[in-house]
């Protein structure tokens, strides 16, 4: 092996070296697979001359054949190189050692995201189920929320939505996405049992500009967005703002009252200033809202057959509005300096979400059962505060070392009343009495704190170790009130006298990994990582045998994978793949006790989560785009033991809930220059979702399905006018359902028209 006196590596007689700034050799440019194989006047062949064949040729002519302007002198567009804050430093995506998948500003317009459902499938074994109320049901891996805490962390400007209800799952004005994949406890804590989604939003600059997109289709389909980002004080102080309107007419009909049932609309907004403090200083303030009516919040059917025979179509008594407020703030200081970055961030959460009358609870034209929430603004508002201080290496640091370092404390109030009213039909239902009410009053007080830190440390110049280890620590306290009212009282009877209870856990989430580059364009990982779903205690319901405040334990995954990240035919082609196995303890599953609507959770079982992922992007030539993201997961419990009808059931071997067994999504993209600046697209997209289950004795099964969406138009630097259609095969799929027997279907065939115009930065 000769080395050049630039310090740079040549490779002679097929020896692995490298080769001066990695510059062409002769006519052609330098082609590396696993730093074995060169190009060589426009044709691919070994140093020492010799025909390039790879697993008996198979890989180099599958190569050729997807990218052929790889060949001689026609190379095709490269991929871009994507930045992402996944290790919560500036990294590039192809150098970190996990499963990340990152979408950018542009495939966000691309792919029409407009909500975190919207993500199902864009990332490998991702999967988002709709019970229609607004809030969607994320599972990754098998690994799925089932409560109030997520399994599956959202971030949104790196802050953590503390549950379902507090996020807001409109996507307005996105910088990019960034999914997780795989237990992410070291770095992010508590309920990254599944991994985490990270939603950056466009941060203002020393640039003035603009956008405004209007939409409009079918079903009544409304959605204006527009915003602008300018310097308020020139280099020093810096504002931002966009706002969305989104509504819709009911995908459902409601024969009762022969109206839509659910009809939405909402209001999001997102408003940032920026000031620089100094040369090395910078302070944001960042608040967000979203204000959604919805006429209808559970479109749900009690007959599984009607669901399919008469689609979209629900037949209930009790009609409500849901009024649902979410408001997130955070300030945030960062420092760059020579020695280290340094940043701190508190931010401030709360949700207010009430029916503003009875909302109908048997899903029936029967004045049987309903639910009451609404007492006033003292509940059902849940507040949350958080502060996250952090220290990094600096990102400019030739050091072998890179490390992170930081400490996060939260506290969360949770004050919830509701009743469930038994109407004139209860009797029909076997309750025994009607005209009555049972009111359950609630208030959870959490608060906690973690240490947490992780390093990296180059060995070679090829192979580099990373370890991490956080230490979470969390205390709660839950104080419950029964009441029984019946009609004409107007005073309550205490049936459960005002009681409280605590509970405290711990937990370590330690991680290592293990990466190595084989080339400049290939690396291979082996990552081991631990995460936690935190504990708590069980509610008061109606059912003696579930009595309440009875803490459950915080749910473990310990995860085991390997993968290979890769670009080829000079960044025209990138493969990135993985294998993973995953233990869970202690899961945690839900018991939904009716017809109070409240969960009760049990430490029940053990889940062995086991498959694969790849994620294949290319560019064969110039204009033409294709995705290819695929996910295989084999979820089984190895032991799960409930309580169902007052004896115990033996589920071991059932499927997990919420888990697909295949996600797949193919995207096809093609640009032509007309005049000018002006192109025409074309695009589409074929997604299919494997077998998936929603109950525990897999009763409930949703067969593999397949949608279709399309995209056209035209476009050029700052307009765009678009046709879209979502699902136009108008498949008809369930996309929720609860164990008792209700069921929500997926999105009909939805299309439309977007004109998007953007103002650049001046």
Not at 220 to 247: E, V
Not at 339 to 354: E, L, P, V
Request: charged letters at 20%; hydrophobic letters at 35%.
């Amino acid at each position: 092996m000769k080395k050049y006196s630039d310090g740079k590596l040549a490779r002679t007689a097929g020896i692995a070296v490298r080769c001066a700034e990695r510059k062409g050799c002769a006519a052609g440019k330098p082609m590396w697979v696993g730093e074995r194989w060169v190009r060589h006047a426009g044709e691919l062949v070994r140093a020492d001359g010799k025909p390039m064949w790879v697993a008996g040729g198979i890989l180099s002519a599958f190569l050729l054949a997807i990218c052929p302007g790889a060949k001689g002198q026609e190379r095709a567009t490269r991929l871009d190189s994507v930045v992402v804050t996944a290790q919560k430093r500036e990294e590039l995506l192809q150098r970190i050692p996990f499963s990340v998948t990152a979408i950018t500003a542009r495939q966000v317009r691309e792919y029409r995201l407009w909500n975190n459902k919207d993500l199902t499938a864009v990332a490998p074994n991702l999967y988002a189920a709709d019970p229609g109320d607004g809030r969607d049901v994320v599972s990754v891996r098998g690994i799925t929320t089932t409560s109030y805490d997520p399994a599956v962390a959202i971030n949104i400007d790196g802050v953590n939505q503390f549950g379902l209800d507090t996020y807001i799952p409109s996507l307005l004005d996105v910088e990019r996405i960034e999914v997780l994949r795989g237990p992410q406890g070291t770095l992010y804590g508590r309920n990254a049992m599944g991994g985490v989604i990270n939603i950056i939003t466009r941060q203002p600059s020393a640039h003035s500009s603009a956008f405004a997109e209007v939409t409009a289709g079918n079903y009544g389909q409304q959605r204006y967005s527009a915003g602008f980002s300018a310097p308020l004080i020139r280099n020093r102080l810096f504002i931002g703002m966009a706002g969305l309107y989104d509504g819709r007419k009911g995908y459902y009909t409601n024969q009762f009252t022969n109206s839509d049932y659910d009809r939405q609309h909402a209001f999001t907004g997102n408003y940032y200033l920026k000031y620089l403090a100094g040369s090395r200083w910078v302070v944001d303030l960042n608040i967000k809202h979203r204000n959604n009516r919805n006429h209808g919040a559970f479109p749900l059917v009690a007959d599984a057959g009607m669901t399919f025979s008469q689609p979209f179509v629900l037949n209930q008594n009790a009609i409500a509005l849901m009024v649902d407020n979410t408001f997130n703030s955070s300030l945030s200081a960062r420092y760059s300096g020579r020695a280290f970055n340094f940043s701190a961030q508190t931010a401030y959460q709360s949700n207010n979400r009430y029916y503003t009358s009875p909302i109908d609870g048997d899903f029936s034209p029967l004045d049987a059962i309903s639910i009451v929430k609404n007492y006033g603004p003292a509940w059902s508002r849940i507040k949350a505060v958080t502060e996250d201080v952090r220290f990094t290496s600096p990102t400019t640091s030739s050091s072998r070392w890179k490390w992170t370092a930081g400490a996060y404390w939260f506290y969360q109030d949770d004050p919830n009343k509701q009743a469930t009213r038994y109407g004139n039909d209860a009797n029909l239902l076997g309750v025994g009495d009607s005209l009555f009410s049972t009111i359950s009053t609630t208030k959870y007080h959490k608060w906690g704190l973690a240490l947490y830190g992780q390093a990296s440390y180059a060995l070679t110049d090829r192979l580099n170790l990373t370890a991490g280890m956080r230490y979470d620590y969390e205390h709660q306290m839950e104080d419950v009130l029964g009441e029984y009212q019946h009609d004409p009282s107007p005073d309550p009877i205490v049936v459960r006298p005002d009681t409280a209870g605590t509970v405290a856990f711990h937990a370590f989430s330690p991680k290592l990994s293990l990466d190595y580059h084989v080339s400049k364009a290939a690396m291979i990982y082996l990552v081991y990582s631990r995460g936690f779903r935190t504990g708590g205690l069980t509610p008061l319901s109606s059912d003696p045998s579930q009595p309440p405040l009875v803490g459950f334990r915080p749910e473990y995954s310990s995860n085991y994978e390997a993968g290979i990240k890769s670009d080829w035919l000079n960044n025209a082609l990138r493969l990135n793949a993985d294998v993973f196995y995953t233990h869970i303890n202690d899961a945690q599953e839900p018991t939904l006790v009716l017809p109070d609507a409240i969960t009760i959770t049990k430490n029940a079982g053990r889940l062995n989560n086991w498959g694969g992922e790849a994620e294949l992007a290319a560019t064969p030539f110039r204009g033409m785009g294709i995705v290819y993201n695929f996910g295989y997961t084999h979820s089984r419990f190895a032991n799960l033991k409930l309580s169902q009808n007052g004896s115990a059931v033996d589920l071991a071997g059932k499927r997990q809930v919420f888990t697909p067994d295949i996600t797949s999504l193919l995207a096809i993209q093609y640009v032509h220059p007309i005049a000018g600046q002006w192109q025409a697209l074309v695009r589409g997209e074929w997604k299919t979702i494997g077998t998936t289950y929603f109950d525990l004795n897999n009763q409930i099964r949703q067969s593999p399905y397949s949608l279709f969406n399309v995209r056209c138009g035209v476009a050029d630097k700052e307009l765009e006018l678009m046709f879209w259609g979502r699902n136009i095969g108008n498949k008809k799929y369930l996309s929720y359902a609860y164990d008792f027997g209700a069921y929500h279907l997926g999105d009909p065939a939805t299309w439309g028209v977007s004109f998007f115009v953007k103002i650049p930065g001046r």
